[in-house]
């Protein structure tokens, strides 16, 4: 058996939720404590954020949930935007500020999001990375109550948490709007889990739609549920009258599409079963309210349905209302910049979507790449962004200019897009025409969304300012616009030194305690690889049943990313209907390549048992 592992010491910048208490390990001592690494511009991590909630509630006089921050973005690295998200996403457990990812690389942790499980005696006993580990972790506490109860090492009682002053404004994060036809505009209210429709002046409230508070019921308006709304979708007049509703909202958290008659402010579910999305690709139609979706961000109508930017897997997908069915329309769920054919191109946390002005394109904001893509004749183009890690403030030609996050786009009528250019808190212009980008507006709060409203203004949804803003006329035409040569940024994680020639890459996968494989619909794993550039893999690209693979690195590429997806089916070991389960992570891997340096990659699907 090998030597148990203390766990590293817990320090950072400063510690979020504590009522400005510093806490240590031994604070601690007593409990089941997990540390989760995220940053909150994941959505991975924000799932993880999801499934850890039911467990904090049960175990919440045993266990400690310690949320550590390891920012990808610059701006995330800002302590006053993490407090915003804190707040955002109901973050209710202690946070560490770790900005330069001191904790992350002593804790080992090589993907976002990352777990790491200490017993009350101090020690590490297992790490996970990516989702879904929610049946193992608490069968895993069982585990350790029984034991550490049984050796008198275990302290019941409150934890740490102390909950920030609530603050009181008309909106909440807000995170998308849509304008009405007679004036006004329908707003996402995230943080208070309801829709607001404001008065034509954006301030004034006409009414809400939902409690304000989180959850998935049905019903008239004052007591319809959602949880984290995002995207919402007007219905063309026609299909509204045969669907029965005239509003469509991406409600994130719960996983679901609601339909809204706007005469009433009834709600009603519309698609998806509330379950998150693990299972194979597919291009059939389904049943809407028997598919699984995941965390759909914002939608729009398009090509004759509903486009939905499904930012928890990566792809785009639709929805008929008439019809009652879903589909998968575009990306393959491998994370990660990657044109063509709408079913092989690749997204990453699609996250906006605006439809031009003749119909003919969807722009699409892809987040994580911090790029503006698009649809159009059946193809995925890329207009403005380089990939995964590449971003900052750039103006100029588009094959140069960059990004940080965008969560936002909206075409104007001369066929340019504006983007809200989130992390930058600003607004942009691409011209397709000159294939430039322009800044028009900055010094916004996080703004995620943009709105022409039917008399040509242009209104900007300032998510972290907590407010709808107006964007002066002026910044709509080139004239108006500036030309920011500011920072180009990448995310630095330390690369994997890998050797030329022959590799054997290892996805290691142990099955959570009372699991096992599962084999009952085929092969219970699947391994997806490539490069970017792909030049970078000489052999090994390609998707295969075995989580083991020999991969050729070419040694006159001197660095770059191998995109890894792996998954594993398992369920309930030797029990009566026993229950399925999927995990999956995506990893995106720097490495260099250094002659005589290692020759295997090992990577971690799911690693319960650490001691």
Known sequence: MSARVRAPELRGR????????????????????????????????????????PIEEKYADVLVVIGVHSPKFEHEKDPDALAAAVERYGVHHPVLDDPELDMWQQYAARAWPTLAVIDPEGYVVATMAGEGH???????????????EGRGTLHRGDGPYVPPAEPRTTLRFPGKAVA???GGLLVTDSARHRVVELAADGETVARTIGTGSRGRADGPADVATFSEPQGLCLLPAQVAEVAGYDLVVADTVNHLLRGVRLATGEVVTVAGTGRQWRSAVDDHAHDALSVDLSSPWDLAWYDDKLVIAMAGIHQLWWFDPIRRTAGMYAGTTVEALRDGPLAQAWLAQPSGLAVSGDGARLWVADSETSAIRYVEDGVLGTAVGQGLFDFGHVDGPAAQALLQHPLGVCALPDGSVLIADTYNGSVRRYDPVGDRVATVATGLAEPSDLVLTPDGAVLVVESAGHRITRLAPG????????TVDGPRRRTERRPTELTAGEVVLDVVFTPAPGQKLDETYGPSTRLVVSASPPELLVEGSGTSTELSRRLVIDGSVPDGVLQVTAQAATCDADVEHAACHLTRQDWGVPVRVVDGAAARL??????????
């Open 14 to 53: 400063a510690w979020l939720n504590t009522g400005g208490r510093e806490l240590t390990l031994a604070d601690l001592r007593g409990k089941i404590v997990i540390a989760d690494f995220w940053t909150f511009c994941c959505i991975n991590c924000l799932h993880v954020l999801d499934e850890l909630r």
């Open 180 to 182: 009405l036809p007679g």
């Open 602 to 611: 090992p990577l971690v699907l799911r690693g319960m048992d650490a001691g």
């Open 134 to 148: 929610a049946d193992g972790l608490a069968r895993l506490i069982d585990d350790l109550v029984a034991t550490h």
């Open 475 to 482: 910044a709509l035409s080139a004239a108006g616009a500036d």
